[in-house]
């Protein structure tokens, strides 16, 4: 019996080796998932939130706020407070500020996290600027409201939460001008 020829061996091997990397593709947004999980982190909020809640008054939870522009992103963007202390159940609100420095319009989305990750299924936002596109015109300014509830069955150990949101560029997908022509018809 012969050996198989080298060239055989070496396309086999890479072969292998295609079909490992497809299915590890596949595999990456579970373990994604399960990373985030396990580490606490990249905690994301559900929807818009309609209900209501009996405020808890016997604790508070304090609730940071942060705000990041990604790469390429030049519009000023932060919150009106570092933080606020809040009464799980209670409905409370937080300003965003947002300024378009440019000369041209621009349309921004913002993704929001929680942290930590595990407190994220009880951070419910009644109203939020991050449910929508945001467009500003030149020089334009505004403030954004975000609303939300601190469930009370957050867990007791839970002092200290993060909401924080990334605001992103997306122009090139969804330019201005073409949102205000398909709105005025």
Same mark, same amino acid.
């Given at each position: ?8 061996? %070496?396309?086999?091997?890479?072969? %292998?080796? *295609? ?30 939130? @309609? ?28 919150? +009106?407070? @570092? ?9 409370? @609100? ?7 420095? /440019?000369? +041209? ?5 913002? *993704? ?5 990750? /595990? ?5 419910? +936002? ?5 449910? /929508? ?9 505004? @403030? ?11 867990? +007791? ?8 949101? /990334? ?12 949102? *205000? ?5």
């Amino acid at each position: 019996m012969t050996n198989p020829s080298p060239n055989k061996r %070496l396309v086999t091997r890479l072969l %292998l080796i *295609v079909v490992v990397m497809f299915a590890f593709g596949f595999a990456l947004v579970p373990l994604y998932t399960v990373m985030c999980k396990a580490f606490g982190i990249n905690g994301k909020t559900g929807d818009a939130y @309609e209900g209501s809640q009996v405020i808890d008054q016997s604790r508070r939870v304090r609730v940071q706020f942060l705000s990041t522009n990604a790469v390429d992103m030049v519009w000023g963007f932060y919150p +009106k407070a @570092e933080q606020l202390e809040v009464y799980p159940g209670a409905v409370n @609100e937080m300003l965003f500020i947002a300024q378009n420095p /440019t000369d +041209k319009p621009m349309t921004a989305q913002a *993704v929001p996290s929680i942290s930590p990750g /595990t407190a994220a299924v009880y951070f419910h +936002k009644t109203e939020c600027f991050c449910f /929508t596109q945001q467009v500003l015109q030149p020089g334009q300014r505004i @403030e954004m409201p975000v609303r939300f509830i601190v469930d009370r069955d957050l867990p +007791k150990d839970v002092k200290h939460l993060t909401l924080a949101y /990334t605001l992103f560029d997306i122009t090139a997908r969804q330019p201005p001008a073409a949102r *205000v022509a398909n709105n005025g018809g």
